[in-house]
């Protein structure tokens, strides 16, 4: 064995969880390496360029970056802070809500009394139950102790799990169009009725309603940064490097393979790709026929598609929010979308022009996608390092998607019509086959109230020196797989020691 490719930790999948947890472990010394079967590193922080315009194939903002929020002490810790650059979205508004063809824009807003204050001249007589939802969404934030930096005890998180999501706001408000707009971004977290928690929704909201940010140009400097901390505490990335092997022996896995047969041996492994992703690569008889059953059958949230749209300059005024549209005024319907109301949903992220401030460079729409509409290209890969064309039908179906989306965005922004200079589409499979997710699911696992203990996945594995982190552990975004990483890391260096260095 070569100790040229021996390691104290090997970390599968250089996507965010992968990337701090490989910062926070080699600031502690350890030997790390980080192990991306992509060329770019950063999974669902990835940019790419069209007409040398800037966009997040993903993450377009980002909660809880604000001076002394959560997320931006991780970040301070971890050493990336001060490198990023960050816009700030309308503090009156990071997102606005339409439903249908009603012309209102429901805004929600930063700072939790001006949460409030921004909904109350559109449901005057809804005064306590907008104080009452932001109690609810305080109360969950504190039940989570990691979201708060403190230790805490998993009892506390057990004692408000349970709750859902779309029970919780009736059960607040009997107001239906004040429940829809509530719940009007549920694309953030793929909500599904009677299935969803009220925490998944709680920690999310509350993130943006501290502080909502994009970074400029894109989210892949965080990715850029954490690479470099990481290369600056002796750490290494190996791109192009897919694993297909984690070999156990006598009880502990012993090495990653990738597909190229190389070999990286370790002491310890992070598996930051989707579990289902990790039982492929597993050999060993230590798991349960059981539990790879019960994993490879999770519902998974739903999938996604984008377009992406480089605008002539002046033409489309900037908006300094995002926009959340529903097709119906019940917006739990989207996810559930039949042939023919699709796109049954969309939110849109505006872009600033440098050159021209006041309008929009660029704009992208994302909407809900099933996966069953491209199963019939299921067995083709396109993804730089690895492309291929998957075909005319393949074209032929992005083309007519994109029409069909457009003409549901034109009544709402005429602006757009005839000043798209140039546009791009991404398609559940673009997704798939850039971050290894399957069926190119949003957030991976489906968190389900009815289920909580299988949809719930901890950090260790019954293989003692195998750890998991990412999305499908606790939480997704930016934040949820921050706190995981640090939830991840603690199991090898103490909780309440690598708090107090955070703190
Ligand atoms: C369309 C979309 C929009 C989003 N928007 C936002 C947003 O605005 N704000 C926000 O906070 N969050 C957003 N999210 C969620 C957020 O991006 C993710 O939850 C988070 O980035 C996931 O990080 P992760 O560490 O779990 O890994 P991932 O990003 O899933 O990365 C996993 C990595 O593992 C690699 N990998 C997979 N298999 C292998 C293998 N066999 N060998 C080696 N490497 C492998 C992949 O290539 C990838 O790089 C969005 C997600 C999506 C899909």
Redesign the pocket.
């Known amino acids: 064995m070569s100790t040229a490719n021996t390691y104290d930790v090997v970390i ?7 990337l701090l947890s490989g910062v926070i472990l080699a600031k502690e010394g350890m030997k790390v390496c980080v ?4 060329k770019q ?5 990835q940019t790419f360029s069209l007409q040398k315009k800037v966009f ?8 809880g970056l604000g001076e002394g929020h959560t997320l931006n002490r991780i970040f301070s810790y971890a050493g990336i802070m001060d490198k990023l650059k960050l816009k700030a979205f309308d503090r009156d508004a990071f997102d606005k809500i339409a439903l249908g063809d009603d012309e209102m824009l429901y805004p929600q807003a930063q700072g939790f009394d001006n949460f409030t204050e921004q909904l109350l001249p559109y449901f005057p007589g809804e005064k306590q139950a907008l104080q009452d939802y932001i109690k609810a969404v305080k109360n969950i934030g504190d039940h989570f102790p990691l979201y708060r930096l403190r230790n805490g005890s998993a009892d506390e998180k057990a004692a408000v799990a349970g709750l859902g999501l779309t029970q919780t706001l009736q059960s607040i408000t009997g107001n239906n169009l004040l429940q829809n707009v509530l719940a009007g971004n549920n694309l ?1 977290y793929a909500g599904v009725a009677e299935r969803t928690p009220f925490y998944l929704h709680a920690l999310v909201i509350e993130s943006y309603m501290h502080s909502s940010h994009k970074i400029v140009p894109g989210s892949s400097q965080i990715a850029k940064f954490l690479w470099q901390e990481l290369q600056a505490h002796g750490g290494v990335v190996y791109r192009n ?4 092997k984690l070999v156990e022996e006598n009880g502990s896995i012993v090495y990653a393979e ?1 597909r190229e047969h190389e070999r990286f041996y370790g002491k310890q492994f992070i598996a ?3 579990p289902q ?1 990790l039982l492929g ?1 597993l050999q060993t008889s230590m798991l349960r026929p059981a539990y790879r059953n019960r994993i490879n059958g999770l519902a998974q949230t739903i999938s ?1 598609f ?1 377009l992406n749209m480089v605008l002539k300059p002046g033409t489309v005024p900037m908006r300094h929010y995002n926009i959340y549209w529903h097709r119906s005024g019940n917006v739990w319907e989207a996810t559930a979308y039949r042939a023919g109301q699709w796109p049954a949903n969309y939110a849109l992220f505006f872009t600033e022009d440098a050159a021209n401030p006041g309008y929009a460079e660029s704009v992208s729409a ?1 909407c809900y996608m099933h996966y069953e509409e491209v199963t019939q290209w299921h067995d083709t890969e396109n993804r730089t390092g690895n492309e291929h064309d998957r075909g005319e039908a393949y074209t032929a179906f992005k083309e007519e998607k994109t029409e069909k989306l457009l003409e549901t965005l034109y009544p709402r922004l005429p602006e757009l019509k005839g000043n798209i200079i140039s546009h791009s589409a991404a398609t559940p499979l673009t ?1 798939r086959d ?4 399957p069926a190119g699911s ?3 696992i489906l968190k389900d109230i009815n289920k909580p203990a299988e949809t719930q996945i901890a950090t260790r594995t019954r293989i003692p020196n195998l750890l998991l ?4 552990v606790n939480l ?6 921050s706190i995981t990483a640090i939830a991840t890391c603690a199991e090898l260096t103490g909780m309440e020691y690598l708090l107090g260095k955070i703190k």
């Open positions: 599968v999948g250089s996507g965010l969880g992968g192990l991306e079967k992509d590193v950063g999974g669902c922080l997040d194939s993903c993450v377009h903002y980002i909660g953030l490097t897919e694993v297909t990738n930051n790709v989707h992703v690569m996604s984008m994302l997704y850039y971050t290894g997710t949003l957030y991976g982190t990412g999305q499908n997704h975004g930016v934040l949820g797989v």
